[in-house]
C-alpha cells in the first residue's frame, strides 16, 4: 500500500470514528445497542445486532459447554478479545512452569508489539480496576473504554500519564451516561492527584471534542440518599427543593454534589430523621463548611 492509499485510509477510518453533523466523537453504548455522538447526542445506529449467545446458561460450565464460538467482540480489551489466552490447565513440574511461564511471557509480547497498544492494554486495565473498585456499571466502563480508546489513537497520550489519561476518561464515561461521578470520588480510587485528572479531563474533551452535559444535582440523590440510609419521601422532596432551587438561579455556578448533599441535609431534618454534618460530608466528600453555606441558601427559598 503506498502513501496516497494509506492517507485515504486513515481518512476513511476517521470519518467512520466522528459525527457527521457535527464531527464529535462516536461512543458505542453496547447496553442500548446505539451508537451515539459524545458532542451532539445524535444516534447514528439503534438496535445493533446483539453478537452474544441466543441461549442462556446458568454457571460457567454450562457457558463453556454450549458455546460454540469464541468470545464476542468488546472495547474493554486491546485486541477487542479476539487473540487467543494462555490458560493454566492441570499440574504442572517445576521444569513444565518455567517453560509455560517463558510462552507466556512471549505470546503477551507479540499482543502488545507497539508502544500505542502498550498504552492501549495498560490503560483499559486501569479503568477496569477503577470501574470495579466504584461499582460501576458495565454500559459506563464501555463508554470510558471507547472514550479512552479514541484518545489512544489519536495519540494524545504522549508525554502524559496513562493513570490520568484512563481515570479522566472514566470521569468522562460517568457524564456520558447520565451516571455522573464528581473528580473527587475518581481521584479516590485514583493513583494520580485530582489535580491532575482534572487536567487530563479537559485536555481529552478539546481534543476530542467532546461536549458534556451539565449535571444535575438531582443525580446524585440516589446514591446520598442510600449511602445515608434516608427515606425515600426526604429523596422527593429534596429533589421539589432542588427544582425550586434552580429556578431562584441558585444552583448555577455551583458544585452539584453539594446542592443535592445540602438538600438531602435539610429534607432530613424537616422529616425528624437523623443525620448529622459530618455524615453527610463524608457520603458526599463535600466539607461541613460547604454544606452549611449551600443547606442556608436552600433554607432561604421559603422563608
Not at 18 to 45: D, F, H, W, Y
Not at 96 to 117: A, G, N
Not at 118 to 123: A, D, E, P, Y
Request: hydrophobic share 30%; with cysteine; net charge positive.
Amino acid at each position: 500500500m503506498n502513501s496516497s492509499e494509506e492517507a485515504r485510509e486513515e481518512r476513511r477510518e476517521e470519518e467512520e470514528t466522528r459525527c457527521p453533523e457535527c464531527g464529535g466523537l462516536l461512543v458505542t453504548a453496547e447496553k442500548r445497542g446505539e451508537l451515539l455522538c459524545s458532542k451532539c447526542g445524535l444516534v447514528l445506529e439503534e438496535e445493533r445486532i446483539e453478537s452474544g449467545p441466543e441461549w442462556r446458561a446458568y454457571t460457567q460450565g454450562e457457558r463453556e459447554k454450549r458455546a460454540r464460538t469464541g468470545a464476542p467482540e468488546t472495547v474493554l480489551l486491546h485486541e477487542k478479545g479476539l487473540t487467543t489466552e494462555m490458560g493454566r490447565g492441570r499440574k504442572l513440574s517445576p521444569e513444565k512452569k518455567r517453560q509455560f511461564r517463558r510462552l507466556r511471557q512471549r505470546h503477551k509480547e507479540t499482543r502488545m508489539r507497539t508502544s500505542q497498544e502498550r498504552s492501549l492494554s495498560t490503560g483499559l486495565q486501569e479503568l477496569r480496576r477503577m470501574a470495579s473498585q466504584m461499582g460501576l456499571p458495565k454500559v459506563v466502563l464501555e463508554l470510558s473504554a471507547s472514550v479512552y480508546k479514541q484518545a489512544v489513537e489519536q495519540e494524545l497520550l504522549p508525554g502524559r500519564s496513562i493513570e490520568a489519561m484512563s481515570s479522566a476518561s472514566l470521569y468522562i464515561g460517568t457524564r456520558l451516561s447520565k451516571a455522573p461521578r464528581t473528580l473527587d470520588e475518581i481521584s479516590k480510587v485514583a493513583t494520580v492527584p485530582r489535580t491532575e485528572i482534572g487536567r487530563a479531563e479537559r485536555y481529552i474533551r478539546s481534543e476530542l471534542e467532546v461536549n458534556l452535559p451539565p449535571v444535575s444535582p438531582k443525580k446524585f440523590l440516589p446514591r446520598l440518599a442510600s449511602e445515608l440510609g434516608l427515606s425515600t419521601e426526604v429523596e422527593l422532596s429534596a429533589g421539589r427543593l432542588i427544582d425550586r432551587a434552580s429556578k431562584e438561579g441558585i444552583v448555577s455556578g455551583r458544585d452539584p454534589m453539594s446542592i443535592a448533599a445540602s438538600a438531602l441535609y435539610l429534607e432530613a431534618r424537616r422529616g425528624g430523621e437523623e443525620v448529622t454534618q459530618s455524615a453527610v460530608a463524608d457520603a458526599s466528600n463535600v466539607s461541613e463548611v460547604t454544606i452549611r453555606n449551600r443547606y442556608k441558601e436552600l433554607q432561604a427559598i421559603e422563608q
